[in-house]
């Protein structure tokens, strides 16, 4: 089945350690996004790719780190400069017809 | 920058009508989404409007988009337990690619 996938689903970490969230799809979509959603909130814009080997910050790339040398796979890194990092984070993925399609999201808490 | 803004929170009786609001800053949006977010999972996509239509309706959803006012709503009919969830409105401008603006989202609760 087509679709995006995320993992691990829950995700637990030290202060002062780098952690790397993935992301794979294989929708043949050549654009992806990571989101951050904290309680209550909406989603924000961490960091954007639109094409292989390029991405773009978002709003609140600070303390984020991403890669994209395969067109199905947008890993996300959180390093220990990102200072509150416990959040729900998601990935997205969309052709040129304006439609995003989710993952099922990575629950990350700082311990 | 865009905002848009939406209610907290909104309950509502099995079996009646809900109706979510949304209003965005942006005039030229161009594409106006509606996505659900079931508890601890991602977003799925609802239903969305191209900014020269006023209404659009599928089964039970009818969306409304009043131009002018940059106020878009999400009409519910024959709500059910299982619409229990978060609703989020987002707008893009077609120029600026796929770039999406979240509103904050609006729990909707249903009542048996």
């Known amino acids: 089945d087509g679709g995006i996938t995320q993992s691990p689903k829950y995700l637990f970490r030290k202060e002062g350690q780098n952690v790397t969230l993935s992301c794979e799809q294989n929708l043949n979509h050549d654009a992806m996004y990571w989101y951050r959603q904290d309680p209550g909130q909406g989603l924000r814009l961490i960091y954007y790719?639109?094409?292989?080997?390029?991405?773009q910050k978002g709003d609140i790339a600070e303390g984020y780190s991403v890669s994209r040398e395969k067109k199905e796979s947008f890993p996300l890194t959180v390093t220990s400069a990102q200072k509150n990092p416990t959040a729900f984070y998601l990935c997205?993925?969309?052709?040129?017809?304006?439609?995003?399609?989710f993952g099922p999201g990575t629950r990350l808490t700082v311990l | 920058g865009e905002d848009v803004e939406q209610s907290l929170f909104l309950s509502v009786r099995e079996g009646d009508s809900s109706v979510i609001n949304c209003t965005y800053t942006d005039s030229s949006s161009t594409y106006l989404y509606w996505y659900k977010q079931e508890p601890g999972a991602g977003l799925q996509l609802l239903t969305y409007i191209f900014s020269n239509m006023d209404m659009k309706q599928d089964q039970r959803l009818t969306v409304l988009l009043n131009k002018k006012d940059k106020h878009l709503s999400l009409r519910i009919a024959d709500t059910q337990t299982g619409d229990s969830a978060i609703y989020f409105c987002a707008e893009s401008e077609g120029n600026a690619g796929n770039m999406l603006t979240f509103g904050g989202g609006t729990r909707l609760m249903v009542k048996p």
């Open positions: 997205a993925s969309s052709t040129t017809s304006y439609e995003q399609f």
């Open positions: 790719s639109q094409i292989v080997n390029d991405f």
